[in-house]
């Protein structure tokens, strides 16, 4: 079963909610999950925090709930008995950090700096926030202290956005990525949560960067492979095919197979920016997917994948992008 970072790691963001008011809770947690992340940390910067994490829990039991900014044990205990999954803190506190590992509970405490984390590794924790994550020095201080602290992954918080949340996550030791550009407190104040779908939606397309990579075309032999090639290549001002054991390549843009593979017709080649993230995103719509069709890199990570769903009688065809 998988535990809660790597429920976390899935996802890919987590939304960061300040709620001033109860009763916007349901309708942030429907925009939430409408745009595509059934996940938030709701910060105890105000009184609503424990009434908006009991109201979503309750009518939305599959979304992933944390509670931010948690600085004493009675804030534990209160977003807890509402129903958080996990607990995140702005700094490291031995015994905010104890109190949770007594009760089970996750945290992932804040940390900038070598001293903080050794702390953090002195407590037995390996998965940490690194906040504020821009102001402390970015990526570039996260790479460097992951030279010495191999172990450690984190969740970059603060100063994140649409503009450099790629770049984090396309780091292997980072969980996901902390933001809240997606829940504007005044867009919430204002009830317009049909704009909180919209940015929630526009960062999951942003994250996952499904693009066209290429179009399959299944032939019936090699003959017929190399005569659809050639004419592709001739029609649309391509350059010469490039043939390999199974398949000819127009430059990048089709691939001819030899013989008929997956898909009645092809294959419909996807790019994106993550595999896993991509299947987990899917999955969440409805979508299946045939185990046996997985490959994997060279690190043994997930690198392609097919949809049991055809369309038009092509696969679908999930890529890495490298």
Known sequence: ?????????????????????????????????????????????????????????????????????????GQVDSAVEAGAHFIVSPGLNPGIVRYCQEKGVPILPGVSSASEIEAALELGLTELKFFPAEQSGGLAKIKALCAPYSSVRFMPTGGIGLHNMNDYLAFDKIIACGGSFM???????????????????????????????????????????????????????????????????????????KAPGRGKNGHIALLTNSVERAMDYLERQGEAFLPESKSYDEKGRLSAVYLQRELAGFALHLVQKK
């Open 1 to 73: 079963m998988e535990n809660m970072m790597q429920k976390i790691h899935r996802y890919g963001i987590v939304p960061v909610v300040k709620i001033d008011r109860e009763e916007d809770a349901l309708p942030l947690a429907k925009a939430l999950c409408e745009g595509g992340l059934p996940v938030a940390e709701i910060t105890y910067r105000t009184a609503a925090a424990s009434g908006a994490i009991r109201a979503i829990a309750k009518a939305y039991p599959d979304m992933i709930l944390g509670a931010g900014t948690v600085l004493t044990t």
């Open 183 to 257: 829940v504007n407190p005044a867009d919430i104040a204002a009830g317009d949560f049909a704009k909180v779908t919209a940015l929630t939606r526009q960062a999951v397309q942003a994250m996952l960067g499904l693009r066209l990579e290429h179009i399959g075309i299944n032939a019936a032999n090699e003959t017929e492979a190399r005569e659809t090639a050639r004419l592709l290549s001739r029609l649309f001002l391509l350059g010469t095919p490039d043939e390999n054991a199974a398949s000819l390549f127009v430059e990048r843009q089709f691939e001819v197979m």
